[in-house]
């Protein structure tokens, strides 16, 4: 792993910046060689590899770009798979998409049939292909969490142009979340089961319940459980759902929907931007804003769409579509980061761990927040299930999983300024991965927790199928070279020098932090950015403190 900026071969931009694609959020930046392909049928995607396998040219399938994370780049030809969005119904309890279609899409189509998803990610504007290949997950220790956990069978363009349908189990572990590094998926099919109902409810409970199994023995009663803590307020917000049959005229009457990831005006998304900033800036009303966000899941706030709505009205306990309260989504153009002048969009960091290691977890946090308090005022720190995966690199694979979640805003000059809390964030990222043996989502986190040390578990297994179906290395990455531990280069954002501002390395001098700000060396050996204000107090503080000690064991022994 990288400890320090140097070790980083930051993007060289060989290829023309014309061509420059980012993150849905703009951190992550490609400088591909061509522009942006999109095949209008599958013979024109296995043309694509082809060329490009003779060219020499590398070529990598993108999604919508939600992940925030150089998994999105090539240096090649990037292709979107947007044109193909065929849907296919089977009466076995299946169903066929092309994988360019988006998770919404998915949805309604299903929806029509009186069919649906078991589980299903927060955000579904996503594409399928998207979500299986980093395995998007959503919180449920009784039902498959990921769309990767559902998969059927997949139609795949190998390395080598062939296309091949992949049903068996032992490939499948590979391609159930395959990073877009085995093939490019055309087409998906997934398990389905019949449309079902679920209630919902939010509540506030004792911090307690993180440390005493209670959160974890919810987490196995109900269908759907997940919970936000938040630290600086001493709160945990919990929902807890369950599963329903879907009958119409029944006591389970309900159409509410949820609003998390809602819908904004440019000037609600300005506004936000600027309180952020400002709030980071001045370094105050930050657990005001915690508190805002916790409000925001318990009752209807002003300048916010209640997040379970049914008639325009703020629905707790709600009772809905399951997929319609498991998820939601903003329309293109009406989304928080969707603003061209201050994007709302942060960075995001999630890790995930056996639960046995539960406690152990929620207990680090809380003493690292008694070292270097700070809250997290995006969205608290978000608490999901999974249960056992068979896929190779799901954050769940062989073992009952809870992942630990937060987000933090871009800052305006983002290549600058650190958010406030960043030393906080930093320990407990690097305690999380280094004790716990925390695994990082594929498509979020900082780049220096997804170098070659984080292919642990069934490292041989994957790369073994990586070389079986993509002989040439014609999808590969840097990200990919990375992991395989080829190479300890990343597609980063070229002008982000102070490569600790976005964790793309830990910390090793000053000049990795924010401005303003010294790398310090905890007394664990965590290398952490923090403000220079707090030494200069800290230190006035021990001047002060050793000085007023002095005094008073002079008066009181000396006179
Ligand atoms: C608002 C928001 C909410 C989110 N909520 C969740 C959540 O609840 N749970 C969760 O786990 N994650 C969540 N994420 C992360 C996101 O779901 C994942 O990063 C997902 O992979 C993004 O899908 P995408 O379509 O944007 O794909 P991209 O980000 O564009 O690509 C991701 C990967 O998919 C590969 N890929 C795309 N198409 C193909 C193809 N046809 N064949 C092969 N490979 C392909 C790409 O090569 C790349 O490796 C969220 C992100 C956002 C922005």
Redesign the pocket.
């Known amino acids: 792993m990288w400890t320090s900026c140097d070790q980083i071969a930051i993007n060289t931009r060989n290829n023309d910046p014309k061509y420059a694609y980012h993150s849905?959020q703009s951190s992550v930046i490609c400088y591909p060689k061509t522009a942006i392909q999109y095949p209008s049928s599958i013979s024109n995607v296995v043309r694509l590899v082809k060329n490009a396998r003779k060219d020499g040219v590398p070529i990598?399938?993108?999604?919508?770009?939600?992940?925030i994370t150089d998994?999105?780049c090539t240096d090649g030809t990037p292709i979107s798979?947007k044109l193909l969005t065929k849907k296919y119904y089977h009466e076995d309890n299946t169903a066929t998409f092309e994988?360019?279609i988006k998770l919404d899409q998915v949805l309604l189509f299903l929806q029509e049939r009186n069919r649906t998803l078991i589980n299903i990610?927060?955000?579904r504007g996503?594409?399928l292909?998207?979500?299986i290949?980093?395995?998007?997950?959503?919180s449920s220790l009784k039902h498959p969490a990921s769309i990767s956990d559902q998969i059927i069978g997949l139609q795949v363009v190998t390395g080598t142009g062939e296309l091949v349908n992949i049903n068996d189990t032992k490939t499948l572990k590979a391609f159930r979340v395959?990073?877009?590094l085995l093939?490019?998926?055309?087409k998906v099919t997934l398990k389905i089961v019949p449309i079902f109902k679920m209630s919902i409810q939010n509540s506030v409970e004792e911090i307690d319940i993180l440390t005493s199994g209670k959160a974890l023995e919810w987490a196995r009663e109900y269908d759907h459980f997940q919970l936000w803590w938040f630290p600086s307020l001493q709160e945990v917000v919990v929902a807890k759902g369950n599963y329903l049959p879907f009958l119409k005229n029944t006591t389970f009457e309900g159409n509410a929907t949820n609003n998390l990831?809602t819908e904004v005006t440019q000037y609600t998304a300005r506004f936000a931007a600027v309180l952020y900033e400002f709030c980071n800036w001045a370094q105050i009303g930050l657990t005001i804003l915690e508190g805002y966000m916790r409000d925001f899941l318990l009752k209807s706030i002003p300048t916010a769409r209640p997040l379970y709505e049914e008639g325009g009205t703020f629905k707790n306990p709600a009772v809905g579509i399951g997929w319609r309260l498991l998820s939601s989504q903003c329309r293109p153009g009406t989304c928080w980061w969707d603003n061209p002048w201050a994007t709302v969009g942060g960075t995001e960091s999630a890790i995930a761990f056996d639960t046995k290691h539960f406690k152990g977890v929620m207990t680090m946090i809380q003493d690292t927040l008694r070292e270097m308090p700070t809250c997290f005022y995006m969205s608290g720190i978000l608490i999901r299930f999974m249960p056992k995966s068979e896929a190779y690199l799901s954050l769940s694979s062989g073992r009952e999983t809870f992942s630990v979640e937060w987000v933090n805003p871009l800052r305006t000059r983002r290549h600058l300024d650190a958010v406030v809390g960043l030393g906080t964030f930093q320990a407990i990222l690097q305690r999380m991965v280094r004790d716990f043996d925390g695994i990082p989502?594929w498509?979020?986190n900082g780049l220096h927790f997804l170098g070659e040390n984080v292919l642990k578990k069934n490292r041989d297994n994957f790369i073994a199928e990586m070389k079986n179906f993509d002989p040439d290395g014609v999808f590969l990455n840097k990200f990919g070279r990375r992991l395989t531990g080829e190479i300890g280069e990343a597609d980063v954002d070229p002008e982000m020098e102070r490569c600790a501002l976005h964790d793309y390395c830990i910390c090793g001098k000053d000049y990795d932090c924010g401005v303003g700000q010294r790398c310090e060396k905890l007394s664990d050996g965590v290398l952490v950015c923090r403000d220079q204000d707090n030494v200069i107090l800290g230190g006035l503080g021990f001047v002060f403190g050793t000085n007023f000690l002095a005094f008073i064991l002079y008066r009181l022994f000396y006179r």
């Open positions: 849905y990598k399938a993108i999604g919508s770009r939600h992940s998994i999105i798979l994988a360019g990610p927060i955000y996503i594409t292909a998207g979500a290949a980093t395995g998007a997950h959503g395959n990073l877009g093939g490019i998926v055309v990831i989502h498509g979020k």
